[in-house]
């Protein structure tokens, strides 16, 4: 069983585009997140998710949002997507805020 | 503003050798610290954490050090193997207030057989 798994792993997509990324763990953490990793390996964090509290990292463009159905569940939304937001997108989960996270394997995304 | 970096870019190793991966941090109200290793087209992988109250922590062939004076963390790897060839992030976390985990940069380990 995959404890983090996020699809698509691969998507590509022109600019301008509305494209979602969807994002599960079977763990039973309280505590989901959306890393953004750059062409340098540059890890960031965009949003943290803990019991329906929501905390943004402030230099996250609002085109991005994060959806999130059930504790076990969360999507990423990005809408007029842009040639910058080519990059892997991680999903992780961890028992509590703060905690180690477990990753999901990645979602590469090539704008063009 | 404040930031986790790391020392080296790469490092390069023979295999059973000692590694030592560096991390400097800069916010001092950080206090708890997160070793993760990435594998080429994976996530990353937990591997050790460490509390401020600590100054050292060992798991299996790995230690992590926490020097708080000079806000400097390192990872220790002993006899390492090929299988340890990835690249290695620091987090900070404040484990109180808003909760917004810093990355260092990242070192690639190559491990030569």
Not at chain 2, 76 to 81: G, H, L, S, V
Request: with cysteine; charged share 20%; aromatic share 10%.
């Amino acid at each position: 069983d995959t404890a983090v798994s996020q699809t698509p792993k691969y998507l590509v997509t022109q600019m301008g585009n509305d494209k979602s990324i969807k994002c599960e763990q079977n763990l039973g953490h309280d505590t989901m997140y959306w890393y953004k990793q750059d062409s340098k390996k540059f890890l960031k964090i965009m949003f943290s998710y803990n019991n329906k509290e929501l905390i943004i990292n402030e230099t996250v463009p609002n085109r991005f949002s994060p959806k999130s159905p059930d504790k076990a569940h969360l999507n990423l939304h990005i809408n007029s997507l842009e040639l910058g937001d080519s990059a892997v997108y991680f999903c992780a989960s961890s028992l509590r805020l703060g905690e180690g996270a477990f990753f999901g394997q990645g979602t590469r995304l090539t704008v063009v | 503003g404040e930031s986790v970096g790391l020392h080296l870019p790469t490092l390069s190793v023979q295999e059973g050798d000692n590694s030592i991966i560096n991390c400097a941090y800069s916010n001092s109200a950080s206090d708890y610290f997160i070793w993760y290793k990435q594998e080429s087209g994976k996530g990353p992988q937990f591997i050790i954490d460490i509390r401020s109250n600590m100054d050292k922590r060992q798991g299996q062939r790995v230690t992590v050090l926490l020097n708080k004076t000079v806000k400097h963390l390192s990872l220790q790897i002993a006899a390492t193997q090929p299988g340890d060839s990835a690249v290695y992030f620091c987090a900070e976390n404040m484990e109180r207030g808003s909760y917004i985990p810093t990355f260092g940069r990242g070192t690639s380990l190559i491990v030569h057989p």
